[in-house]
């Protein structure tokens, strides 16, 4: 019997997503939504050495056997397992932070927040989570010993927040189960893991947030090797270079914009006439937001920009009250990719008597967020990422792009004369700003040249953010090292490559053709994504793509100099 790729491909699959059930859940592989994450030294040791031979058993997969997207599949199954070969071996995260509850929130939502498979199943694989929550707590305990304070202070807050997630389960069932000995057993499955959390939970204030440290959570030679290893195509010092250089671009060009909206040109004086101009109520956000959703679609497909998939939808909702410990402003989330929906869902949370949080749903930052999340953004990523066939890619879902991706769908809409009036590129460069500060200070916080309390102080001078949700941010960079430098240094690898492509193909170029050819390829590595390309526009047009022509920090400071010149 000769060799199927897409076999092995589908059994990789599996036997990864059994390493994460919560993530399996997610994107709708059900196999595994009746357990948690072994969070065991043993099953991490495990883990190690399986990486180690699936990397072999991919790598000795010879190219005459695999046509071109194989081909691409086995070198990305390879970059997927090296990755979390990396995480586990030397990264070593589970050392450091106490990630148990923030996997039992996990591991609950969207078994929660979807319709598949039904509720009667859904419940009792809720049921099943629970019960193992103190088998979970407790092995999570043992590999806790290098604690640092600023991700286990987030554990504590995250964690205390988890009693009154399991009691909105508690009621949900009570109100929608008939089974009695069901409603029976899930209130005693709450009890008990209730108990266990709120004991995980004082364990971590009375006996590791005493003894944690304040170290940086890797260090730099650590972050250069991730992000070498993501293949975001910089180095560390290039990135902070680029940071800093378009930071100073991007404060200009808030400047100029600011003198068209108030006469002084004070960006913080435009910011807040752009925030007083906002719905009277939530009801009233929730409308614009769904009124801009609409239009942003509108406008794909007047212009024909790219082709979306047939019977997608995203609904703009108010986030449910079990949710909202989690989601304090909004979130977005798509359907899983084997649950057969394309109904996506976006999740407002109301202002619960702080009406001065509607300022921060000013008219023209609902429309910037309702491109970034919705059209052509996040959902309509998801969703088309969502119909390719393969069984790899479904493991990842690499920042550079998804989040770059984001980011030039802000760019693109404006450039399409959506939302381009003056406080709407108001909206649009202060929230490119604010991912460009982002970058920066992530960096500087792993080099050791910034303290979280001097990054909350540039969000604040730079991004105009009030105190409290500064220090938030500063310390979210401190706790996702390679995240949040994705969104900009993705953007401009889109950039990159759509110049290359507009360079071979002439005038045949469009922008749907170069639109359509990332969305449906998946949520790959940049460099994966110009594999990608190659292949669609050798198919497509006969065409032949070639290698980059610089490095993504020349084509970065090439730009940049244009810009300022």
């Known amino acids: 019997m000769g060799f199927s790729f897409d076999e092995f491909a589908e059994s990789v699959m599996d036997e990864v997503l059994s390493w994460d059930p919560a993530y399996a859940t997610q994107v709708g592989w059900h196999k595994y939504d009746n357990v948690l994450r072994d969070l065991s030294r043993e099953a991490l040791e495990r883990q190690t050495r399986r990486c180690s031979e699936l990397i072999q058993t991919l790598s000795d997969i010879p190219d005459d056997e695999l046509d071109l997207d194989q081909r691409l599949d086995r070198d990305l199954a390879i970059h997927i397992v090296k990755l979390k070969l990396f995480e586990t071996q030397t990264l070593r995260l589970f050392e450091k932070e106490s990630v148990a509850c923030g996997e039992i929130g996990y591991s609950l939502f969207f078994l929660f927040a979807r319709d598949h498979p039904s509720l009667e199943r859904r419940i009792q694989s809720i049921i099943h989570r629970l019960e193992a929550v103190p088998k979970l707590l407790s092995e999570s305990k043992k590999v806790l010993h290098a604690p640092l304070r600023v991700w286990n202070e987030a554990a504590h807050e995250t964690g205390s927040e988890m009693p009154g997630l399991l009691l909105e389960i508690l009621r949900f069932a009570e109100t929608h189960l008939q089974d009695h000995s069901t409603i029976i057993r899930i209130q005693s499955a709450v009890v008990a893991a209730t108990k266990a959390i709120e004991e995980h939970n004082r364990w971590i204030r009375e006996e590791i947030l005493p003894n944690a440290t304040e170290e940086c959570a890797i260090t730099p030679e650590e972050y250069a090797r991730y992000i070498e290893l993501k293949g975001y195509g910089v180095t560390m010092d290039e990135a902070l270079e680029i940071g800093e250089t378009y930071l100073r671009i991007a404060r200009r060009r808030m400047v100029d914009v600011a003198r068209q909206i108030v006469g002084s040109g004070d960006p913080r004086e435009a910011l807040e006439s752009m925030k007083a101009n906002h719905p009277d109520s939530f009801d009233d956000v929730l409308e614009a937001y769904?009124?801009?959703?609409?239009?942003?679609?509108?406008?794909?497909?007047?212009?024909?920009?790219?082709?979306?998939?047939?019977?997608?939808?995203?609904l703009i909702v108010e986030t449910p009250h079990f949710m909202r410990p989690m989601t304090p402003f909004a979130a977005q989330y798509e359907p899983g990719k084997f649950d057969g929906s394309r109904t996506g869902m976006f999740m407002v949370t109301p202002d619960d008597g702080n009406p001065s949080m509607l300022r921060e749903h000013s008219y023209a930052s609902i429309v910037n967020t309702a491109v970034h999340e919705g059209y052509p953004g996040h959902h309509l990523q998801g969703i088309c990422s969502n119909t390719n066939?393969?069984?790899?890619?479904?493991?990842?879902?690499?920042?550079?792009?998804?989040?770059?991706?984001?980011?030039?769908?802000?760019?693109?809409?404006?450039?399409?004369?959506?939302?381009?009036?003056?406080?709407?590129?108001?909206?649009?460069?202060?929230?490119?700003?604010?991912?460009?500060?982002?970058?920066?200070?992530?960096?500087?916080?792993?080099?050791?040249?910034?303290?979280?309390?001097?990054?909350?102080?540039?969000?604040?001078?730079?991004?105009?953010?009030?105190?409290?949700?500064?220090?938030?941010?500063?310390?979210?960079?401190?706790?996702?090292?390679?995240?949040?430098?994705?969104?900009?240094?993705?953007?401009?690898?889109?950039?990159?490559?759509?110049?290359?492509?507009?360079?071979?193909?002439?005038?045949?170029?469009?922008?749907?053709?170069?639109h359509d050819s990332l969305l449906y390829s998946g949520c790959l590595p940049m460099g994966f994504m110009r594999r990608a390309m190659a292949i669609r526009l050798k198919e497509a047009?006969?065409?032949?793509?070639?290698?980059?022509?610089?490095?993504?920090?020349?084509?970065?400071?090439?730009?940049a100099m244009s810009e300022d010149a």
């Not at 509108?298 to 790219?306: A, F, G, I, Q, S």
């Not at 006969?542 to 730009?559: D, F, H, N, T, W």
């Open 290 to 314: 769904r009124k801009a959703v609409h239009e942003a679609r509108e406008v794909l497909v007047r212009k024909d920009m790219v082709t979306i998939p047939e019977g997608e939808n995203l």
């Open 389 to 514: 066939p393969s069984y790899i890619r479904i493991l990842i879902a690499s920042p550079d792009f998804s989040e770059g991706w984001g980011l030039y769908s802000e760019d693109l809409m404006i450039s399409q004369g959506f939302n381009d009036d003056p406080m709407g590129k108001l909206a649009n460069i202060n929230d490119l700003l604010f991912r460009i500060a982002r970058l920066v200070i992530e960096v500087k916080l792993v080099k050791g040249e910034m303290t979280i309390e001097e990054g909350a102080k540039l969000f604040v001078e730079e991004c105009h953010m009030e105190e409290h949700a500064a220090r938030l941010e500063a310390r979210s960079c401190a706790m996702s090292p390679t995240y949040f430098s994705s969104y900009f240094l993705g953007k401009l690898g889109i950039m990159q490559l759509m110049d290359d492509v507009k360079e071979a193909m002439g005038d045949k170029f469009s922008l749907k053709f170069f």
């Open 541 to 559: 047009h006969g065409i032949v793509l070639g290698e980059q022509k610089e490095s993504l920090y020349k084509y970065a400071m090439r730009k």
